[in-house]
């Protein structure tokens, strides 16, 4: 689970080479409006310019599982400024691995209170 603590450190630093390092080059994220993005490059491109433009962006990881099969599930929470406040979006990651250890697949999922 070290590749997840890189990434997710990668993340919040914006530190693009450092997390293009945990990826698979065939790595396939899947958003939670079933939106794709394939491919190391690509998935660098695609987080580069979207958390950078995040209003006072924040990321806590509140559980990594292993499980089953070489995967793992993160809970985490993203938070931004939006609205004269915060708004914070927990959400649930399934990751895969490659045989490298490096995370092949993501699958993004947002928990949302009821209505």
Do not use: Q
């Not at 890189?6 to 990826?23: G, H, K, Q, S, V």
């Not at 998935?43 to 806590?60: H, M, Q, R, S, T």
């Amino acid at each position: 689970m070290k590749v997840l603590e890189r990434y997710f450190a990668a993340m919040r630093a914006c530190d693009w080479p450092a997390l293009a390092e945990t990826l698979a080059e065939d790595v396939h994220r899947t958003g939670p409006f079933l939106d794709e993005v394939r491919g190391r490059d690509a998935y660098v491109e695609f987080l580069a310019g979207v958390i950078p433009k995040l209003p006072n962006y924040a990321l806590d990881v509140a559980r990594i599982r292993p499980i089953a099969g070489g995967g793992a599930i993160v809970e985490l929470s993203e938070t931004i400024d939006r609205k004269g406040g915060r708004h914070r979006t927990p959400e649930a990651l399934l990751f895969e691995f490659d045989a490298a250890g490096r995370i092949a697949r993501v699958d993004v999922y947002i928990k949302r209170p009821p209505a």
